[in-house]
């Protein structure tokens, strides 16, 4: 699977929207984009994928650069209960493998 | 709520003990894999069992083992448990080996504090 990079921390504001960077620069033409988060202690909840298209659901929304080589996830408004950690995890998608996390961004919204 | 559940909770034990952790998958999921998180090594993926038969194998050391029974539940064994196993042990559950059907979802996990 295609390494990640992403910032280790964020901060944003309640109510505003949070935009999440990641980087897969070695991404190959087979693999989607996988964004989960981790509510402290809690486990990991899926959020959205997408393989090449823009992606939304009611959580949040996938940009997806042309070239595929970084994404951004964005939580249109930001709650306090939208504070995690956030992994982008780029994977094979049909192979049911294992998830392979990063250190992830935490987000912290602020009041 | 995801629709995986884990038990117990919690788990308090002594160093050399063996305790055995449950899971139990979404319904129709087909796929179980078990991750450990602790505080220095962060989320790491133990073990996958996909319809009863053993599919991917993690960092899991020898002292650890897993099956997942005919009503595709799965138990995680750990046994001459150390201080350093002490952690938050996690569940997940997919579909199976489908393109587009494979988003993992988590259970709630278990807490292992080895004192």
């Known amino acids: 699977d295609a390494k990640t990079t992403q910032p280790p921390s964020m901060d944003c504001a309640e109510g505003r929207a949070a935009n999440l960077p990641c980087n897969h620069s070695?991404?190959?033409?087979?693999?989607?984009v996988y964004w989960y988060r981790q509510i402290h202690s809690q486990g990991p909840q899926y959020i959205i994928h997408g393989l090449k298209n823009n992606e939304t659901n009611e959580m949040a929304s996938l940009i997806i650069t042309e070239d595929r080589k970084s994404s951004t996830l964005i939580l249109p408004h930001a709650t306090l209960r939208d504070t995690a950690v956030y992994y982008c995890i780029v994977r094979v998608d049909g192979s049911a493998r294992q998830l392979t996390f990063g250190s992830g961004t935490q987000l912290t919204v602020l009041p | 709520d995801s629709g995986v559940t884990q038990t117990p909770k919690h788990l308090i034990t002594a160093t050399g003990q063996r305790v055995t952790l449950r899971c139990s998958p979404r319904s129709g999921d087909l796929s179980v894999y078990w991750y450990q998180q602790s505080l220095d090594q962060g989320l790491q993926f133990l073990i996958q069992?996909?319809?009863?038969?053993?599919?991917a194998k993690g960092n899991i050391l020898e002292r650890f083992s897993a099956q997942q029974f005919p009503d595709l539940h799965s138990e995680l064994n750990l046994s001459s448990l150390e201080l350093g196993d002490s952690a938050l042990y996690f569940c997940?559950?997919?579909?199976?080996?489908?393109?587009?059907?494979?988003?993992?979802?988590f259970g709630p996990g278990t807490r292992l504090l080895v004192l």
């Open positions: 997940a559950s997919s579909v199976g080996a489908l393109a587009g059907r494979e988003t993992q979802y």
């Open positions: 069992y996909y319809n009863g038969e053993e599919r």
């Open positions: 070695t991404i190959s033409g087979n693999e989607y």
